[in-house]
């Protein structure tokens, strides 16, 4: 069985310039449920929840007896905050704090009077709330003593200056028989984790927050950002989560392989941040979308669904024909870790960071995977060169070696075994000398061919050899078999709550 990871814990958000808040936790195999307190109605029903329409006229002191808050620019509704005593608001009867405002209806002499149509929210923006004991019940105070009810205006409000704590009269909350509220936990965002990304990063840079990390889903719904208390708290939460992305990611890629030949399976698919090649300093890296599928490497902006999307990926390159490399700590460009570069078939370098060791672990398995398959299934390659000013044909073949023909009469001038290739040099541009010792002399043996795609070929000969080297390797033998059903490939078994150490095939 798959493992899955199941948490919960209470924390804090951060929105935007806003100041943070509590928040808690829930973590399932395929939802990230975000929640945060809120006061609720939770049994009765007020007499005074249906919509009403009152007209009030100004007072010449006191105006109209009420203060309001909210509005669209704050994404809540404008609500009455407060009602003075003895003004013509609270002297309708008909007006509540915790009222939502639906329309307002300006009538004679410039605005001296106004109709409400209101309705009273059951759940409450976060600035009328105040603390609340277990087993809490509203009952409105008859006296004018200052007594808050659970609704009243606590002086939380939007722009958090605790300092403003206006005093509300429970006059202004009606009696209702049996009425409870009760804080509690409420769902402010789920994020479906299938496809979701993890950033620890702000945005496009590579300044790392501190204990602090986002969840975006592939719709771009995003989490906020969740701080924790520790590091240690930190790595257990982007573990777990990313344990739970993998999990669902390995499965939906087993329904998808349903529908695709042998030859054009699905390896790996994830999330990765790219570096980009005229990176300005605050738009450094940008959100990849990466799958390793058949003998291809995709490269997406969003996750394919569908088939057509498949045909649609920002750029694609012949497995065989790149190089990956994994980045050392000497080797990294800036403050981001975990990163790989990727060579492509015309020499240039693309760099890729992920977030966790573990998720560079599944790529570079994942990848060293898709190229021993991809090898094994073409057996050879054959690139056209010349030597001499002739032109040639030089096959890379998995069981041969390498053969050298004459292009015209097909004649093998030419052949040595991987075994006897004892060394190499390119100029960087067409031309590579190979060195392979004779099996009976055992001199040395210089052959230079010039090619026009350089780097697709030393990239391939590279992948040859590393194919040949991994067959004779137990490790990636064994691996081979259990990640292989029917001889279909699947992803690769290693999650992020693992400590399988990483295939070592390289020459």
């Not at 990848?367 to 690139?383: D, G, N, S």
């Amino acid at each position: 069985a798959e493992l899955r990871t199941t948490k919960t814990g209470i924390y804090l958000m951060q929105e935007g310039n806003e100041e943070p808040f509590n928040i808690r936790l829930h973590l399932a195999k395929d939802i990230l449920t975000i929640q945060e307190q809120d006061v609720i109605c939770i049994s009765g029903e007020p007499f005074y929840s249906s919509e009403r329409t009152v007209t009030i006229r100004r007072q010449t002191i006191g105006g109209f007896g009420l203060s309001i808050k909210g509005g669209a620019e704050h994404k809540i509704p404008v609500v009455i905050s407060k009602i003075s005593k003895e003004q013509k608001a609270e002297l309708s009867g008909l007006l509540f704090i915790g009222d939502g405002i639906l329309q307002v209806q300006v009538l004679r002499n410039a605005g001296e009077e106004v109709t409400l149509t209101v309705s009273f929210l059951k759940k409450t923006p976060a600035f009328l709330k105040l603390p609340l004991c277990e087993d809490c019940t509203c009952i409105p105070s008859d006296q004018s003593s200052g007594t808050s009810s659970p609704l009243c205006d606590s002086g939380l409000h939007l722009n958090y200056h605790p300092n403003n704590t206006d005093t509300l009269s429970c006059s202004s909350w009606p009696t209702s028989p049996g009425l409870r509220w009760e804080k509690r936990w409420v769902d402010l965002r789920l994020i479906p984790l299938l496809h979701s990304r993890l950033s620890q990063y702000i945005p496009g840079s590579d300044v790392s927050r501190k204990n602090a990390f986002q969840v975006i889903a592939v719709d771009g719904v995003c989490s906020g950002v969740v701080q924790f208390p520790t590091a240690e708290d930190c790595l257990d939460w982007l573990q777990a989560i990313a344990s739970n992305i993998s999990s669902l990611t390995k499965h939906n890629v087993k329904k998808i392989n349903r529908n695709f030949p042998v030859n054009q399976q699905i390896i790996y698919m994830g999330w990765v941040d790219e570096k980009e090649q005229d990176s300005v300093q605050d738009r450094m890296y940008s959100p990849k979308f990466l799958a390793l599928r058949g003998s291809s490497l995709f490269k997406f902006t969003a996750p394919p669904v569908t088939t057509w999307d498949w045909t649609r990926a920002e750029k694609s390159f012949t497995v065989y024909e790149i190089m990956c490399k994994i980045l050392k700590d000497s080797d990294l460009l800036d403050k981001r870790r975990h990163c790989f570069s990727v060579q492509t078939e015309s020499g240039e370098d693309m760099f890729f960071s992920v977030e966790l060791e573990c998720e560079l672990l599944i790529w570079e398995k994942a990848f060293q995977m898709a190229t021993f398959l991809e090898v094994e299934r073409i057996q050879c390659k054959t690139y056209a060169c010349i030597m001499e000013s002739h032109l040639m044909g030089l096959t890379v073949d998995f069981s041969m070696g390498f053969v050298c023909f004459d292009a015209a009469s097909k004649a093998v001038l030419w052949r040595y075994k991987f075994s006897q290739l004892k060394g190499s040099s390119d100029d960087g541009k067409s031309k590579i000398k190979f060195l392979f010792q004779n099996a009976e002399s055992k001199s040395i043996e210089a052959k230079e061919l010039e090619f026009s795609n350089l780097f697709a070929v030393l990239h391939c000969i590279h992948a040859f050899f590393a194919a040949k080297v991994a067959c004779l390797d137990p490790v990636f033998v064994e691996s081979q078999g259990s990640a292989t059903t029917a001889g279909i490939p699947s992803l690769s078994s290693l999650s992020c709550n693992s400590q399988t150490p990483k295939l070592k095939y390289t020459t």
